[in-house]
């Protein structure tokens, strides 16, 4: 292989090298691909995560684990998820003991 092709395959090798790397400190690496707009069955949902923006994901995201195992993640900022976001948070609030600081960029809720 001549010296020429050498420095071109170089240079091809830290172009890709390069994009990758943009690519993972962007914020697109969030959990949630699509997101559902409605809610299914209130009975049917186990737990509920809630995941702050980060610099690897730039928007808040909702994450619903069903009881059947399955998950998927909800739309922030549909009116029906701002509803039951609220009212879980306002029976969270509700108790008179609980966690003193948060420890995690996850919060945890129990429907």
């Known amino acids: 292989m001549s010296g020429i092709m050498k420095v071109f395959v170089l240079l ?4 890709c090298i390069s994009e990758a790397q943009m690519d ?9 691909q699509k997101t559902r707009d409605r809610i299914t069955s209130k009975n049917d949902i186990k ?5 702050s923006a980060t610099i690897f994901c730039d928007k808040v995201e909702i994450v619903v684990s069903l ?3 399955r998950r998927y993640c909800l739309n922030p900022k549909m009116e029906t998820v701002q509803k ?10 509700s108790s008179t003991a609980g966690p003193t600081e948060l ?3 996850t919060n945890r809720a129990r429907v």
């Not at 737990?47 to 995941?51: A, E």
């Open 67 to 69: 009881k059947n195992g």
């Open 12 to 15: 091809a090798v830290m172009v």
């Open 103 to 105: 420890t995690s960029t």
């Open 24 to 32: 993972h400190t962007s914020g697109k690496q969030c959990l949630c």
């Open 84 to 93: 039951l976001m609220t009212s879980i948070m306002k029976r969270g609030t």
């Open 47 to 51: 737990d509920i995560q809630v995941y």
